[in-house]
């Protein structure tokens, strides 16, 4: 992206990237020093009139670049300082992707109900297992959600759609930003819900498109809220007390 000579946001900016570049600036104005605290996230957010999530996002295109640390419970301070030679770098975030996800793989979904087969349809039962099995592995891959997802994208029988889902699970690893954010979601040991993905099952096997289009909305719209979950500075303390209290009813179920 060409930045304006004012430094000003260029017309096609999203809000995000407007606000971390008037942050950047105000780095460079010498408004922090390294080892200051950025103002709070609600404050930030109140005085450049934005959403939480913007700030978010904008922080975590600053943190990519070295700019900020940001410590959980704490904030975000200043790392460094821009140069004359940082330029501000956007890549696609983890919020854009799952919006994305949202529009493509809903209607993937809605397709797939009015294609897939009988062994499609046990495949994804045998996935939605193995989602379940990589939960309890601590630091585990999502391998098994991926290829949930993908096989869904394959069962539309559209090579297009394919290569547009695996395109944006590629980018889901590979943007800076994306990468990132889903680190902090698993730090924060948030995982794929098995319920959520069962119900798409579910929608998928009754060849209900409409079913299968609500249940995958409803799947990511959940991930979008654990990623915004993901990203409070709360979160791990949070998580970790939710997973004790999981772990106390597993061990009075079995014992």
Same mark, same amino acid.
């Given at each position: 992206?060409?930045?304006?000579?004012?430094?000003?946001?260029?017309?096609?900016?999203?809000?995000?990237?407007?606000?971390?570049?008037?942050?950047?600036?105000?780095?460079?104005?010498?408004?922090?020093?390294?080892?200051?605290?950025?103002?709070?996230?609600?404050?930030?957010?109140?005085?450049?009139?934005?959403?939480?999530?913007?700030?978010?996002?904008?922080?975590?295109?600053?943190?990519?670049?070295?700019?900020?640390?940001?410590?959980?419970?704490?904030?975000?301070?200043?790392?460094?300082?821009?140069?004359?030679?940082?330029?501000?770098?956007?890549?696609?975030?983890?919020?854009?992707?799952?919006?994305?996800?949202?529009?493509?793989?809903?209607?993937?979904?809605?397709?797939?109900?009015?294609?897939?087969?009988?062994?499609?349809?046990?495949?994804?039962?045998?996935?939605?297992?193995?989602?379940?099995?990589?939960?309890?592995?601590?630091?585990?891959?999502?391998?098994?959600?991926?290829?949930?997802?993908?096989?869904?994208?394959? *069962? /539309?029988?559209?090579? +297009? #759609?394919? =290569? %547009?889902?695996?395109?944006?699970?590629?980018? &889901? $690893?590979?943007?800076?930003?994306?990468?990132?954010?889903?680190?902090?979601?698993?730090?924060?040991?948030?995982?794929?819900?098995?319920?959520?993905?069962?119900?798409?099952?579910?929608?998928?096997?009754?060849?209900?498109?409409?079913?299968?289009?609500?249940?995958?909305?409803?799947?990511?719209?959940?991930?979008?809220?654990?990623?915004?979950? *993901? /990203?409070?500075?709360? +979160? #791990?303390? =949070? %998580?970790?007390?939710?997973?004790?209290?999981? &772990? $106390?009813?597993?061990?009075?179920?079995?014992?």
């Amino acid at each position: 992206m060409i930045d304006h000579p004012s430094g000003h946001a260029l017309p096609q900016d999203r809000l995000y990237q407007d606000l971390a570049r008037k942050l950047i600036a105000e780095l460079a104005d010498g408004h922090f020093a390294i080892g200051d605290r950025l103002p709070a996230e609600r404050e930030l957010a109140q005085t450049y009139n934005v959403s939480r999530p913007t700030v978010r996002e904008a922080v975590i295109a600053l943190e990519v670049q070295g700019l900020v640390e940001v410590r959980v419970g704490s904030g975000a301070y200043v790392r460094r300082l821009p140069g004359q030679d940082d330029a501000p770098g956007f890549n696609i975030t983890a919020f854009e992707l799952t919006e994305a996800r949202l529009l493509f793989e809903g209607e993937a979904a809605a397709l797939a109900a009015t294609q897939i087969t009988a062994e499609e349809l046990a495949e994804l039962e045998e996935l939605v297992k193995a989602i379940d099995l990589e939960n309890t592995i601590p630091g585990g891959s999502e391998k098994a959600d991926r290829a949930f997802h993908l096989a869904i994208a394959r *069962a /539309t029988r559209n090579a +297009a #759609i394919l =290569e %547009a889902v695996e395109r944006l699970w590629t980018l &889901r $690893a590979t943007s800076p930003e994306s990468a990132l954010l889903h680190e902090k979601a698993r730090v924060a040991n948030i995982k794929p819900v098995v319920d959520e993905h069962t119900a798409v099952l579910l929608a998928l096997r009754a060849r209900d498109p409409v079913a299968a289009r609500t249940a995958m909305h409803s799947h990511l719209t959940a991930v979008l809220e654990s990623l915004l979950f *993901a /990203t409070e500075e709360k +979160a #791990i303390q =949070e %998580a970790r007390r939710a997973a004790q209290a999981r &772990r $106390a009813r597993y061990v009075r179920v079995t014992s």
